[in-house]
């Protein structure tokens, strides 16, 4: 009895300054390897008759320590909040929150979205994991097109009906299968291709692609667009070119270069020494593509295109790897900040 008496006067008196010394009386008086937890111990060995006091007497002790232990997190509590508002210099300026900065590729979105608003395209948008009918079939793509096989095509879990789209083209008869003509509509997404990473090659990239459907759509439209297009992005010097070209879902097709704005058109690395650089594919939309999503092709006609967005920012900037765009290294996303 003397002892838990002691005890009692031991946590009453009891001060904590610092967060070591709330910590030495939790180990003291609190833990399960306490005094008092310890005082719980002896219990079997006190006789019969005294054990009904003792235990009244630990249980008090017990409930002391755990009231003072509160009262003493509540005093440091107080007293830490009061001596940094105290040592707090009110009158320094604010610490800056850094700014990030649009990726290269957001902004080369935007860009090509606005010049094509100027001319009437709206944006519309599907999904990345795609049918067969919207990234292939309904595109006119037969069914033992090389496209479709294992090497270039991430498909979902073994089905073969679902994969991860190829292209942006399937937005087109996502498009049309939901609007009439005219339709003046730009793409841009994600696309997923299986190829090894490389500086000129990933298999995630983004593309844009451009649909106009209408009556009397004719080639000259096509390449009024084109041009208007690479003047607003790349300036009125550059020069442009329609290479004939195949793709199942135009006919005909055509690639599209531009002069190279990296060597001026003189021959660098990454024209491959040609002074030309691929941009876009594209075409007149073929007849069974119209056909497939319920729009007669003796009524109308339209383009379609498909550009590559890193290859565009990769000119534009000068970049010369393709993985810096997935990277996330702040030194290359930094240079973008003023932009
Ligand atoms: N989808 C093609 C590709 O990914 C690009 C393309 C070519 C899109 C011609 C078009 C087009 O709309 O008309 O390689």
């Known amino acids: 009895m003397a002892d838990i008496n ?3 006067q031991e946590i009453t008196s009891f001060k904590a300054q610092t967060q070591e010394q709330l910590e030495a009386f939790r180990i003291k008086y609190i833990s399960r390897k306490s005094v008092i937890g310890q005082l719980f111990g002896q219990m079997k060995d006190i006789p019969n008759e005294g054990k009904k006091a003792f235990g009244q007497q630990i249980n008090e002790l017990k409930n002391l320590a755990q009231e003072k232990f509160q009262e003493l997190i509540a005093q440091l509590d107080h007293q830490e909040t009061t001596q940094t508002a105290d040592s707090m210099d009110l009158t320094l300026p604010s610490a800056w929150a850094p700014i990030g900065s649009s990726h290269p590729i957001t902004l080369i ?3 090509i979205i606005d010049i094509f608003a100027k001319i009437g395209f709206n944006v519309s948008e599907g999904p990345e994991i795609e ?3 919207h990234n292939f079939t309904a595109l006119n793509f037969p069914p033992n097109h090389p496209a479709r096989e294992m090497q270039d095509t991430f498909f979902i879990e073994k089905d ?5 789209r190829t292209h942006t083209s399937s937005v ?3 498009v049309m299968e939901n609007e009439k003509p005219p339709i003046r509509t730009l793409s841009p997404g994600r696309v997923f291709r299986n190829e090894a990473i490389s500086a000129r090659a990933h298999c995630i990239f983004h593309q844009v692609e451009g649909l106009y459907v209408d009556t009397n759509v004719s080639f000259v439209d096509l390449k009024q667009t084109i041009y208007y297009f690479v003047k607003e992005m790349f300036g009125a010097d550059t020069k442009i070119r329609f290479r004939p070209s195949y793709f199942p879902f135009t006919e005909p097709s055509a690639e599209i270069d531009i002069s190279c704005n990296i060597c001026g058109g ?3 690395n990454v024209c491959k020494y040609t002074g030309w650089v691929e941009i876009a594919g594209s075409g007149m939309v073929d007849p069974n593509v119209l056909k497939s999503v319920n729009i007669d092709p003796e009524k109308y006609t339209g383009f379609a295109f498909g550009m590559g967005m890193e290859r565009m920012a990769m000119l534009k900037w000068q970049i010369n790897d393709l993985r810096l765009f997935t990277e996330n290294d702040v030194r290359f996303l930094e240079q973008f900040k003023s932009l």
């Open 172 to 174: 087109q008869i996502r």
């Open 131 to 133: 049918d067969d009918w």
């Open 109 to 111: 979105r935007n860009e």
């Open 6 to 8: 002691q005890l009692k």
């Open 266 to 268: 003189n021959g660098c």
């Open 160 to 164: 073969p009906d679902i994969a991860l």
